[in-house]
């Protein structure tokens, strides 16, 4: 197996992985969506709401707030010791909105939920959450807790993770004329005439759509597209509540757990049936 990092920045990387299958790729993929989990506002006590929104939309909205993640320090919990439904402070922590317009209308941005922990605050303060008309005010207590995104997408730590196959393009030179017409159907300049020759410039680029062979004069096309079965290009951004590498590390952990105790009931089922 090689991988090979192509982009990197806080929050997102693009990565190739050479040779792995179709099925560990996307066992990667539905572990990060919705697997690996994150904090997010669960529940809210409204103490006032005098906004136009009700309180379940007002809800909703604090809800898809993303919020920054600090997995160390929090349990989920239904792993938590305390098995306490209100929780405790292992396993939630409680942001604050106490927001009143006046003089004029007021915008309510995620800046304004004042967090207990200042390591679980939102991503980004400029997000908005509903705007008050003079006098109106909002009052409420919201409690984040860590989930994960096969219960609600609000606990998704990505805004997108996908991956592709690696393209594998092929011009046969023998029987290449250079006419250049796959060049020019080609939305995403993969390929470049140069001389007589068509030559691929950006290989990663393609798409696998084979516009390029359809479009070509020689019968069969002198140009060939596949996607290599064994070669995947990764996608991972994260929604900015812990950086991407620690995602996919979670996800490798998680996939690892899973195994393991896999491993353990069919040993321990072994045990039972010897006995028998
Ligand atoms: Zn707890």
């Known amino acids: 197996m090689n991988v090979q990092i192509l982009e990197r920045n806080e929050d997102s990387m693009l990565f190739v992985v050479d040779g792995i299958t179709a099925s560990l790729a996307n066992t990667l993929r539905r ?13 809210i ?9 009700h309180d379940e939309i007002l809800g909703l909205r604090l809800g898809l707030i993303p919020l920054k993640t600090d997995l160390d320090s929090y349990n989920l919990p239904e792993e938590c010791s305390c098995q306490s439904e209100l929780g405790c402070p292992l396993c939630r922590t409680v942001l604050i909105l106490d927001v009143e317009a006046r003089g004029g209308e007021r ?13 679980v605050a939102p991503v980004s303060g400029e997000i908005p959450i509903v705007k008050l008309a003079p006098g109106q005010r909002i ?13 609600h997408a609000k606990w998704q730590p990505v805004s997108s993770c996908i991956y592709r196959h690696v ?17 020019e159907i080609c939305s995403r300049n993969v390929l470049e005439r140069s001389g007589d020759k068509i030559e691929v410039k950006n290989m990663l680029e393609c798409t696998i759509c084979r ?22 290009i990764f996608y991972v951004e994260s929604t900015g509540v812990m950086p991407v590498e620690r995602i996919i590390e ?27």
């Open 139 to 151: 009052r409420l207590e919201a409690y984040a807790r860590l989930g994960r995104g096969r219960e």
């Open 107 to 119: 915008v309510v941005y995620s800046k304004d939920l004042l967090p207990e922990n200042p390591d």
């Open 31 to 43: 572990i990060i969506l919705s697997e690996v989990p994150c904090m997010a506002i669960d529940d």
């Open 45 to 53: 006590m409204i103490i006032e709401n005098d906004s136009v929104l």
């Open 250 to 276: 979670e996800a490798f952990k998680i996939y690892d757990k899973k195994y393991s105790e896999f491993l353990d009931q069919l040993l321990v089922s072994l045990n039972v049936s010897e006995k028998d």
């Open 211 to 232: 516009d390029c062979m359809r479009v070509c004069p020689q019968e069969p096309a002198a140009i060939s597209v596949d996607g290599n079965e064994n070669s995947f």
């Open 167 to 183: 393209p594998e393009i092929k011009v046969d030179a023998g029987r290449c004329d250079a006419c250049g017409e796959c060049v």
